[in-house]
């Protein structure tokens, strides 16, 4: 997967998600969602194409996952389901996957359980010295991308609401959602949010 600046354009997206997700397990392809997506504006936005942008969005992350995690998104504690659309977002965002093994598990495993602008100063910088790709993004971009990943981290409930820095909350999740994820070999993932293993 190929590093992309493309998560400015997509937020958290928690309420979207679970209401993709029904479409998703009802066998509904990417098209007929979107279609349903701008008649009946299921998303409750300003125009038709924040629509498709939702909704495709959306579908991308859950068709990253199997079925039962879908599954899981909808039936388990709010909790847990907004882990489970972080690993979606995890899932579909190389760099921001990326992000949550180097830097946000790193930091629960030694105790560190405080996120700063350091933090992501020092993993941006470390990511345009291995890739070009992002060595030649506008620095208005990465300024963006880093409010992006705490406003990911905060709307999955796994950072505190602080302007100077940010506390980790370590997530419980379900203990059957934690076997779903390893039994479908999801447990990279996991481990990124939870700081396990």
Sequence with gaps: MKYSSGLTKKPFLYLETKKTAKYILSD????????IAIEKNIYQVENENRSKVIGN??????NSLPRIII??????DINTS????????????RLFFEFMHEIFRNKIILGDLTLNDKDLNIFFDDKALQSETIANWEESTIKRLKKDFIR???????ISDNTKFHEIIV???????EKDLINNDLSSFLYGVTGKK
């Design 152 to 158: 990911l981290l905060r709307n999955a409930g796994v």
């Design 171 to 177: 997530p419980l999740i379900d203990l059957n959602v």
């Design 57 to 62: 969005a959306c579908v991308s992350r859950l």
């Design 28 to 35: 509904f392809k990417r098209e007929d969602i979107i279609k």
């Design 82 to 93: 907004k882990i489970l659309v972080l690993i979606a977002i995890m899932k579909t965002d």
């Design 71 to 76: 599954e899981d998104i909808i039936n388990t």
